[in-house]
């Protein structure tokens, strides 16, 4: 069984998207570029957004366990001063992801502090902010790539981290799904596979063995008894980039009923 990413790994991927992030910035035509998958946003609105958030959340992390976001975190971010003149934007996140950065590395894997996430798999702690700040940043890399026209696959360590990520941090719920009982499975090219359960227990997700041809032949036939009700194969990155709205699933193989993919992406479910 694959092990999860180590917070020096961790540091490491964030420090390497958001390098490419500033390169992406820089090579841009300019700061008022749409950025084609955040409607209504443009390339200066998407700096705003990543380098507020790496501060909002090195503060989050200095602050150690709470039950809300500090509200001098908050209140700074409310306040942003962001430079729009581009080289002094882009020394503006870098240093934006050195106070982020030095805020994990002090606070160390364990340490406790509010996330978004309280009802989810992922942890309240530092190791779980920066494994979603990885995320977090490698998206909208992707993001800033295509607002310059030169849009980039993910990488491969970091893709295959992020599908386990985002259904652990977003699908991890305690309310109840409001359909019948069901399964999804995300199979990438790599070789990793996951199991999204959805009942009346709520939303959980599972590693599962990745399918051989002979498996695969039987799910997609309809004959293996606990099949998931729809499976989605992809690269790593394909699924990611799925997984947060970036491309569509025509965009990927699925078995099975496509349908219940629209319904789990509608489901806004009631924490507890």
């Not at 992707?142 to 980039?152: M, N, S």
């Not at 599908?163 to 305690?174: A, D, H, K, M, N």
């Not at 980039?241 to 806004?268: C, F, K, M, P, T």
Request: glycine share 8%; with cysteine.
């Amino acid at each position: 069984m694959e092990k999860n990413l180590e917070l020096p790994d961790l540091l490491r991927l964030i420090d390497e998207r958001s390098t490419a992030f500033r390169a992406a910035v820089a090579a841009a035509p300019g700061l008022d570029a749409q950025v084609p998958t955040c409607p209504g946003w443009k390339l200066f609105d998407l700096v705003t957004h990543l380098g507020g958030g790496d501060r909002f959340w090195a503060a989050i992390v200095a602050a150690g366990p709470a039950d809300a976001p500090p509200a001098e975190a908050v209140a700074a971010r409310a306040a942003l001063e962001v430079p729009r003149e581009r080289e002094a934007l882009l020394a503006w996140l870098d240093a934006s992801t050195q106070l982020l950065l030095g805020a994990l590395r002090e606070a160390g894997p364990q340490s406790g502090c509010w996330t978004w996430w309280p009802a989810s798999q992922s942890p309240q702690t530092a190791g779980g902010v920066a494994r979603h700040r990885v995320q977090e940043t490698a998206v909208h890399t992707y993001d800033a790539q295509l607002a310059g026209g030169a849009a980039q696959p993910l990488p491969v360590d970091v893709a295959l981290d992020g599908v386990e990520e985002f259904l652990f941090t977003v699908c991890g719920t305690p309310s109840a799904w409001p359909h019948k009982p069901t399964a999804f499975d995300f199979h990438s090219a790599e070789g990793r596979s996951w199991r999204l359960t959805v009942d009346g227990d709520g939303a959980r997700t599972a590693r599962i063995p990745a399918p051989t041809a002979e498996t695969a032949e039987t799910a997609e036939n309809g004959e293996e008894p606990e099949a998931a009700g729809a499976s989605v194969h992809g690269t790593a990155g394909e699924l990611v980039l799925y997984l947060y709205d970036r491309i569509q699933a025509e965009s990927l193989r699925v078995n099975g009923d496509a349908g219940l993919l629209d319904l789990l992406r509608a489901w806004e479910p009631e924490e507890k």
